[in-house]
């Protein structure tokens, strides 16, 4: 959790002060001892008093830790029987170089009371572990008595915030496939019994043979089937071919044909030789139309399949995707490469 959050935990430290007992420095009678300190001056000869004493922390009250910055409040209070006023210092010690980074004196504070510390402006601790440290002495040079119990010391851990991470996004919902309206669906065309285009092994390449790829100065709007050459090639629907021809630097031998599915099928770099339809025939689905090759500009042997909405090369057409089309076709097919 972070520490903005954390208990105010804190180490107090209480002691009751006790009355230090004066120590005589002479023997009942008045004669002082051979070894007894004495007083001088109109007083020389009078048996001097032994300072034994001194203020005690009762109290000192600092957080367990903190947040890097101003640092945190200390609150203390000292005591000393018969004394009313002692000087107070308070310093923060860093703990990974023993080099103090803040002090504060409190003057000549009262005995018995609560005080705060006022850190001065400026004053900044960033994460580490520190001591909190006081030191007191009284008008007779009496010095901060020390003891397990009220040591005057305290720790204090100041610790970098943390920052609560950031749920992660949760995953984009992918859009829904939509198909051109009019025409079957993948799904559905492949319900209705249509046919893989290439009737025997193949693969569909790379991303350099998909729907829409870079082709120059346009780009390619078929799926190339790879296959070996004269693998025969056959109509995926019943329909009608309204055109065959060859384009040396193109497609070489190829075929359209129509269908009354809505769809124009263009079966691209047939073998020499192989085409088997002609204009104006109709095909059946799984009738061949031709062998796979690599006529016209194509480098290897493989059937560049389109697929068009509105008429093949028609003002009113243009080309969709055909491979959501050829893998439903595929899958139907039990077997298939």
């Not at 180490?11 to 007894?36: C, D, I, K, R, W």
């Amino acid at each position: 959790m972070p520490l903005a959050a954390l208990p105010a935990l804190t180490t107090v430290v209480f002691l009751s002060a006790v009355s230090p007992q004066p120590a005589l420095a002479g023997t009942p009678g008045g004669t002082p001892a051979p070894t007894a300190a004495r007083s001088g001056g109109s007083q020389y000869g009078v048996p001097a008093r032994v300072i034994a004493g001194g203020p005690v922390v009762s109290r000192l009250s600092v957080p367990r830790t903190s947040l890097p910055g101003r640092p945190p409040r200390v609150s203390l209070r000292l005591d000393e029987p018969g004394v009313a006023t002692v000087a107070v210092r308070v310093t923060v010690t860093d703990l990974s170089t023993h080099s103090p980074v803040v002090s504060v004196s409190l003057g000549w504070a009262r005995t018995g009371r609560t005080l705060t510390v006022n850190w001065p402006s400026g004053a900044n601790l960033t994460p580490g572990s520190y001591q909190i440290g006081v030191r007191a002495h009284d008008h007779r040079g009496g010095r901060l008595l020390r003891t397990a119990h009220s040591s005057g010391v305290a720790s204090l851990t100041v610790a970098a915030p943390v920052t609560p991470r950031e749920p992660a996004p949760p995953a984009p919902v992918p859009s829904p496939i939509v198909f051109e309206p009019g025409v079957p669906t993948p799904a559905q065309s492949a319900a209705a019994g249509a046919v893989f285009p290439v009737a025997g092994a193949h693969t569909f390449g790379g991303p350099e043979n998909r729907f829409g790829a870079p082709r120059g100065t346009h780009t390619h709007q078929g799926q190339d089937i790879l296959s070996a050459e004269g693998t025969p090639i056959v109509a995926p629907m019943a329909g009608t071919i309204t055109w065959t021809s060859y384009q040396a630097a193109g497609a070489g031998y190829y075929a359209i044909e129509h269908t009354s599915a809505g769809f124009d099928f263009m079966f691209a770099h047939c073998q020499a030789g192989s085409l088997g339809v002609s204009r104006e025939q109709a095909v059946l689905a799984g009738a061949q139309i031709c062998l796979a090759g690599q006529t016209g500009d194509a480098s290897t042997p493989h059937l560049h399949f389109e697929m068009w909405v509105g008429g093949w090369q028609a003002s009113t057409g243009h080309p969709i995707d055909p491979l959501p089309y050829l893998e439903a076709w595929d899958r139907a097919v039990p077997g298939a490469a």
